[in-house]
DNA sequence: CATACTGTATTGCACTCCGATACAGGTGCA
DNA sequence: TGCACCTGTATCGGAGTGCAATACAGTATG
């Protein structure tokens, strides 16, 4: 980190329409993304690399807003409740969400286990909405919550649907841990998969991203042929021997994907 | 609407610290709550009190970090998918959230009905978290979606741990409306409500929001008594007998409510 | 074919945001 | 006890940034 580039860039050099203030601030709501309590003016200052009393007045702004508040303990700051009307706009006025509604449903009543909306951001894949079975834990079934794209059934189908070159990119960029101990992190194997899903139009994850969970996945396109999201069905190893597992819901989640993509 | 009152204030009068630039961007990020399809530039200043070069250049850095995107057809812009990560944000680091995580799971594993957790604001009960149990429309399920404070359950019982005052201040600024034919828009009406949570410790409200719904409701309050939150539980009248919802389940919500307010 | 709407681009002026600095209150280490 | 350092809050002059007006290209709609 001793290069002499900025480390933040309020702008991009030259863009006379960005609006620095704003970028600002944006930056400080993400600050909170690698948070794991309050964080107070110093902190944000730090975090985004403007100067305390410009975050001080930010935070102050977005305060009044409500868009951020006082951690209970008066020490540090918090996103705050009106994050949530964003969402529920986001989510109600998204056209792929809104054409998602009704074959998730229907999914998820013939299938009866967890049924998946999880939306391509690059690295990860962001669940947008999620219906549940039986056992959850519970943040895991927070909308918002992201994972891997190269570790999920999800990831793996959407990436079957992009060009070789860019999905040498996704992997090249990637982070890659092991989430368990089966996690693949080894690139030759994930294009493995990735092979596979173009040959059987979806993808079988086995214990990725939870011991004793099995997912498939099918990714959804726009009409330009791109992959946007993906349609994943979870359920228990305990409960499904993996070849039936396949059998009866891969049918059923690549029409629900159809359905969708329109 | 002939006062010479600006419609909008940019800030309070002498508010030194507030940010003007954002809090036109976060109004512009709030008009979308009255819409219901993609909104143009032009609609965007309409709706904001901004010119249309103000929403231009909020609209393009907005944009470029991800919080709105062009619509599919070219015409008009939307929130995006960086709002999610806001969303995942607030909900993990929120400390009545945490806390609820547990006694939320447990109560839907004993109850086995829809379980909900929604946040006290003002006129609105806003939903955090939802745990669905069969049949579910697709919308109502969202996180962020909110209800009328005065006609659901959670809301009585909130109410009830306010001063009269207050319930009086809230009744009498809430735009009422009837969402069923059995929906309460009388505000005495509304009051025995209240008495009746304040005996019982927690309300009951029959299709209030849906026909054919039956939901009980206790509060949840902050360590100074004040009501923040309220725990919903749904169910359908067609498989319940009032009292015997209510029998059932009213120890089961109240304990949960407990463990959470600590 | 004209009109009215899209989104995009440019420019000079003034006001708004900028960052340094100071202050009051609490916590913790010596 | 007291000093050092952390909270969040408040003030202020200067300069840079966001302001609004205006023009432009493309596309529906009458």
Redesign the interface.
Known sequence: MSSAAPEFADE?PD?P???Q???R??RV??A??K????LSLAEIAAATGITRSAA???V???R??G?LRM??DGRGF??????????????????LIRRA??P??ELRRTVRERVDLS?F?GQRM?Y??R??SKR?M??A??????VPTYCTSGGWAVMAMLPDDEVDQLLAAADMRALTPRTLTDPDAIRAQIALVRQNGHALAFEQILMGEIALGVAIA??AGRPVAAIHVAASLAEWEPEEFRRRIAPLAAEAALAISR
Chains 1, 2 share one sequence.
């Open positions: 991009l863009d329409l960005f609006v203030a704003l970028g601030a944006m709501m993400e909170f993304q948070a794991e309590r309050p001080q007045r930010i102050h702004t977005l009044k807003l868009y951690a209970p918090l996103p705050d409740l009106a994050v949530l009307n964003l969402t529920y706009d986001y989510l109600r006025l998204n056209p509604s009704a998730l449903l939306l951001d962001v947008a909405s219906l549940q959850e519970f943040f079934t927070l909308v918002g919550h992201s726009d009409p």
